[in-house]
């Protein structure tokens, strides 16, 4: 993935940075759209996985609408040319200001997750004049078998509503005049690598539409959230997410009423693969079992690994020498600051450069300036070369 040219490159610019291969992001816009459009799906970027201007300014020149979960997600996405009517504005805890721009922006919809969260959009769109239109986040009670952190369609998680509660609700809200129910949406975790439990969400997605049948409640659409995996073991051979197959679970699984439309919201699988955290060695500390390489890079830039125990692979880009084994840690002052624990790389010395990879989602966006560090940079590969 890195020319030597580039690498040169790399030597001139302050570590550690976010590096972006564009191309690579193109690629993939390109295939989640052919992809989607053979079966009419429409799909939504969730802003949450990485919201630099560069990055969306491209995905919505493709086309694409945007995933929001919070009122600066929604003004950061016009600001970046989406299109209101594509834009989807979710979260469990909206606040009066946040509901207020999605009024006076004309959103696709507020994907709404309780009864008193509805009652208070309604509440606002009327002193506001307007009309809300809502979705309401469904929870499948669906295991998404992805870490405990990151899963969220079971009974348990505090996401959407209930199936078994719907009659209910929707005798609660239809007497209500300033919300539209337009959508029924859902999302059951994130980095699902096993695809079968999206047909697994099917299902219980059909079996729901019976629920606003008998109620005799039409739904224009139906949002399916986002979810779909990455590989973060082989970042260049399966540089691109399983958008084929993924789709086709639910063209083939989805019973649709209708001229009903479907919607997705994908994050992590558009953008993970285009982006790299570069960072140089530090130090190279002989400990009295394990050897540690010292970076510049650390949880504040990236904290994935110490929240979620998640696995990024660590390259090397200056050294050929033989392998060595490794812990590679960052150089905040916290136990859990640690990216990697005996990992292969080959050996290094102060000085050489590393890239973390598949950083492009959930990296930057959560980088933190704990220990008062700051924050990485970014630069994109059609301007650097
Ligand atoms: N829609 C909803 C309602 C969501 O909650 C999420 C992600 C998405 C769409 C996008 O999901 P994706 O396609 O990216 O899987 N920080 C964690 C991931 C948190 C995901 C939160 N929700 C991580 O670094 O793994």
């Known amino acids: 993935m890195f020319s030597e040219t580039l690498i040169k490159k790399f030597e001139q610019i302050e570590t550690p940075f976010y590096f972006y291969d564009v191309q690579l992001l193109q690629k993939t816009l390109e295939t989640v759209k052919n992809a989607s459009e053979k079966y009419n799906f429409s799909v939504h970027y969730a802003l949450k ?20 979960v919070s009122g600066n997600e929604v003004l950061k996405a ?7 009517s594509k834009i ?53 009670n669906v295991d998404s078998k ?31 005049k300033n919300i539209q129910l337009v959508g029924i949406h859902f999302h059951i975790g994130s980095q699902i690598t096993n695809l079968s439990v999206f047909k697994d969400l099917c299902i219980r997605i059909n079996e729901i539409q019976d629920i606003f049948v008998a109620q005799q409640t039409e739904i224009e659409h139906v949002n399916v959230g986002g979810g779909l995996g990455i590989s973060y073991e082989n970042p260049d051979e399966d540089a691109t997410a399983r958008f084929e197959e993924y789709f086709k679970i639910f063209a083939d699984n989805l019973k649709l009423k209708p001229r009903q439309t479907v919607h997705f919201e994908l994050g992590r699988s558009i953008i993970a693969q285009s982006g790299s955290l570069i960072s140089k060695v530090l130090y190279v500390k002989k400990g009295n079992s394990k050897n540690f390489l010292i970076l510049d890079a650390g949880m504040n830039d990236l904290i994935r690994p110490a929240l979620y125990q998640a696995f990024h692979k660590i390259e090397s880009l200056t050294s050929d020498k033989q392998d060595s084994v490794y812990d590679i840690v960052g150089p905040v002052c916290e136990s859990s600051d640690v990216f990697v624990k005996d990992f292969k790389l080959p050996e290094a010395q102060r000085g050489d450069l590393v890239a973390i990879r598949s950083a492009g989602a959930y990296g930057e966006v959560m980088a933190s300036a704990y220990n008062l560090k700051d924050f990485a940079k970014a630069y994109y590969s059609d301007i650097l070369q």
Not at 52 to 62: F, S, T
Not at 78 to 84: A, C, I, Q, T, Y
Not at 122 to 133: D, T
Not at 150 to 173: A, H, M, Q, R
């Open 49 to 68: 996985a990485n919201s630099n201007n560069r990055i969306l300014e491209l995905i919505q020149k493709n086309g694409f609408g945007a995933d929001c």
């Open 78 to 84: 016009l600001e970046n040319g989406f299109s209101p």
């Open 88 to 140: 989807a504005f979710a979260g469990v805890g909206k606040t009066d200001k946040e509901i207020k721009i999605g009024l006076n922006s004309g959103i696709f919809s507020f994907n709404c997750e309780s009864i008193p969260e509805i009652e208070v959009i309604n509440q606002i769109a009327h002193k506001e004049g307007k009309l809300a239109k809502i979705a309401i986040r469904i929870n499948p």
């Open 146 to 176: 992805t870490h405990k952190h990151i899963t969220t369609g079971l009974s348990e998680n505090k996401f959407g509503v209930n199936y078994e509660d719907l009659p209910e609700l929707l005798k609660i809200i239809k007497p209500l």
